[in-house]
């Protein structure tokens, strides 16, 4: 089976730009999650979705937006992108069966933002 | 905020010695898991202990639970130079994984 991808692996933008990163689940995994982490800050969940649905958001600004496609790929958005924004945007998927509760992640590799 | 803490921040060992790192947290959960991260690169799954349990060993891993003092350890067994790694405990509630600031370990040869 192949793993979680992620694209693209590295991104360099300006402030004020935005950016949409993209993530493959593993095949037959229907919840896909995003973090975010800073060595400051640590690894801190963006959202969750699940059937195209967003189940959980973390308290991030609005310019952070997501959406899953009925493949279960899903995208992330960031406008007007600030210096704060660098960051290793990571993507998860697990199999979670309806009502269940959740099983292990399986992280991609990663997409590196820097904002200049 | 995080919901886990992991201790120590760092620890340096010896090839061959064991590794101990433990993690709080703070509410109520379905399951601990424990991931391992290589320098700047995804997050790899190690072990998944789920709240009734109290033991469970994969390899030379071992993770206990005690969910009356919210915390868990990890223990790596006979550590390698490959083991060096950072380590998260991350909690499980409400379909979010929520991750500690992670333990860091450096196995010298």
């Known amino acids: 089976k192949a793993g979680v991808t992620q694209t693209p692996r590295y991104l360099i933008k300006t402030r004020g730009q935005q950016v949409t990163l993209s993530c493959s689940p593993i095949?037959?995994?229907?919840?896909v999650s995003w973090y975010q982490q800073t060595p400051g800050q640590g690894l801190q969940f963006l959202f969750e979705?699940?059937?195209?649905?967003?189940?959980n958001k973390g308290n991030f600004p609005g310019r952070f937006s997501g959406r899953q496609f009925s493949n279960s790929r899903s995208e992330m958005n960031v406008s007007t992108l600030e210096l704060g924004d660098s960051a290793l945007y990571l993507c998860?998927?697990?199999?979670?069966?309806?009502?269940?509760?959740?099983?292990?992640?399986?992280f991609g590799q990663g997409t590196r933002l820097t904002v200049v | 905020s995080q919901q886990g803490e992991e201790d120590p921040q760092a620890l340096s060992i010896q090839e061959g010695e064991n590794a101990t790192m433990n993690c709080s947290y703070k509410?109520?959960?379905?399951?601990l898991q424990w991931y391992r991260q290589n320098s700047g690169r995804g997050l790899v799954h190690l072990i998944l202990?789920?709240?009734?349990?109290r033991e469970k060993h994969s390899g030379r891993l071992r993770v206990t639970l005690d969910t009356s003092k919210k915390s868990s350890s990890l223990l790596i067994t006979a550590s390698r130079a490959a083991d060096t790694a950072s380590y998260f405990c991350?909690?499980?509630?409400?379909?979010?994984?929520?991750f500690g600031a992670g333990t860091t370990v450096t196995v010298r040869a």
């Open positions: 991350a909690t499980v509630s409400d379909y979010k994984l929520s």
């Open positions: 202990i789920r709240s009734n349990e």
């Open positions: 979705y699940f059937s195209e649905t967003q189940r």
């Open positions: 998860a998927s697990s199999s979670l069966k309806s009502g269940g509760g959740r099983t292990e992640a399986f």
């Open positions: 095949s037959g995994h229907r919840s």
């Open positions: 509410t109520s959960i379905n399951n």
